[in-house]
């Protein structure tokens, strides 16, 4: 393989340096016109960054991007938290071309099916079955299928705390963006809050014997209070339903084995994906034996058609994922993630303690998994001052819409993301005082799910 060029990694652009955005620019109106909201994922797109922000990126090495005009930034939460080791992380590319150059796709299935198989299982407890997928949507919706089939009930309990699960109607017709989605779908879905055991025992006492599963994560922004996960999968096995843990975000970020080890929970079905490979699209259903086997041919019960695509077992992103398994195991990632989370938690909580921002600018969740909260004046949870705060690190060379940290941050590479957050926080101390509007370039970003533009 040719060897991968290494690139030169530049000073990030300072205030004192104003970036220049024209080829994004340009770019932009072509997108919109040729793909509907200009990109193929919402949470990317134009509505959900400042104005003043690269639209489109070239290449990204490590933690580092670069876009389209050649500037330079560090990057956080990288690929929506799927690029956890780094962008174009050598290993891992390599073990993928490797792979491709003996064929991505057969007629019978890959070894290496089998292989990753083997290597992720031995990793999650519990678990003793796994089908793959190129989503995570498609695996959760697998899980609610599988669930469904072998309780015989159509209902689905979410946790309506947690912003997502799936792109499928399922889940989609319950939020505010369910337009083509008919209701009676989404009247199958119902919701239940996170810590709080009482709203899903209602559920089960409205419903008895009519709900299938329960879908959550483990934990978001807030952890679970003692004893609640358990007390949520003993309630569902006396109300016979599955308990499904969706660990796209979580999965080899709290723990090697997933927030369900972290927090020794066991859950009947659980869902990977985002981390598993590193940006290549792989991701995983994974449970006990008795229930996934009905998606096979060793039994005399109904047949579930369990995720059976195309491109489900693409052999490169399976090779992406033994590698990535492999690093994170020898290499103590899951530990490098809270360590670095951890020091730029610490940085960040001075620079919000020095610029008297409690109770305006918040940060939430785990070092490994760290995001933050802005206010306004009357301390009410504000678009335009999340936007003022992008802008003013954008300027500063670092694109955060969180603080979740990669393999690849360097201790460098946080300490200048604070000094850069340190800045931008005092200028959002200032539209504190003086008016957002003297400070704010352009529109304020919107939320995702939202019903109308
Ligand atoms: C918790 C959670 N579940 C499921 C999904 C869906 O995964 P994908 O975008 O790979 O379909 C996401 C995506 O962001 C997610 O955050």
Same mark, same amino acid.
């Given at each position: ?6 690139? $030169? ?82 290993? $891992? ?150 308990? $499904? ?125 760290? $995001? ?82």
């Amino acid at each position: 393989m040719a060897k991968i060029q290494e690139p $030169v990694i530049g000073l990030p652009n300072g205030a004192a340096n104003p970036l220049r955005f024209s080829e994004s620019r340009a770019l932009q109106s072509k997108a919109h016109h040729l793909i509907p909201g200009g990109a193929h994922t919402y949470s990317k797109g134009d509505d959900q960054f400042p104005e003043q922000a690269p639209a489109f990126i070239t290449r990204g090495k490590g933690c580092h991007v670069w876009d389209v005009d050649g500037n330079e930034f560090i990057e956080y939460g990288m690929g929506l938290r799927a690029v956890t080791l780094g962008h174009a992380f050598e290993p $891992v590319v390599e073990a993928a071309y490797r792979q491709m150059q003996l064929g991505s796709n057969f007629t019978r299935p890959a070894k290496i099916e089998v292989d990753l198989a083997e290597a992720l299982l031995e990793v999650i407890d519990g678990a003793h079955m796994v089908k793959f997928a190129k989503n995570g949507s498609d695996v959760t919706t697998a899980a609610v299928k599988l669930a469904r089939a072998y309780t015989g009930r159509d209902l689905v309990a979410i946790c309506v705390d947690q912003p997502f699960f799936s792109i499928d109607d399922w889940f989609i017709g319950t939020t505010e963006l369910n337009a083509g989605i008919p209701q009676a779908i989404s009247e199958l879905t119902l919701k239940f809050r996170y810590n709080d055991l009482e709203s899903l025992r209602e559920l089960f006492d409205q419903y008895p014997g009519r709900i299938a599963c329960v879908v959550m994560e483990a934990e978001t922004g807030t952890p679970p209070v003692p004893d609640y996960l358990n007390h949520v999968k003993q309630l569902c096995e006396r109300r016979g339903a599955l308990l $499904v843990f969706d660990e796209m975000i979580t999965g080899f970020r709290w723990h090697l084995g997933g927030a369900q080890k972290f927090h020794g929970v066991v859950p009947h079905l659980s869902t990977f994906g985002k981390a598993m490979g590193n940006g290549f699209a792989i991701s995983a259903l994974v449970g006990k034996r008795e229930i996934m086997r009905l998606g096979g041919l060793d039994h005399d019960h109904a047949r579930v058609f369990l995720l059976s695509t195309t491109h489900g077992a693409e052999t490169h992103a399976l090779a992406a994922s033994l590698e990535t398994l492999r690093i994170y195991r020898e290499r103590e990632v899951v530990e490098y993630l809270w360590k670095q989370g951890e020091r730029l938690r610490a940085l960040v909580s001075r620079s919000i303690t020095e610029n008297h921002l409690e109770g305006f600018f918040e940060l939430v969740g785990r070092p490994c998994n760290l $995001v933050f909260a802005t206010c306004d004046q009357e301390g009410k949870r504000s678009q335009a001052f999340r936007t003022l705060f992008l802008q003013e690190l954008i300027r500063r060379g670092v694109i955060a819409p969180s603080f979740v940290v990669s393999f690849s941050h360097s201790n460098e590479d946080i300490d200048r993301t604070s000094q850069a957050v340190h800045e931008a926080l005092a200028v959002y101390r200032k539209a504190l005082e003086e008016g957002i509007d003297k400070y704010l370039e352009g529109r304020p970003v919107k939320p995702v799910n939202r019903r109308f533009n």
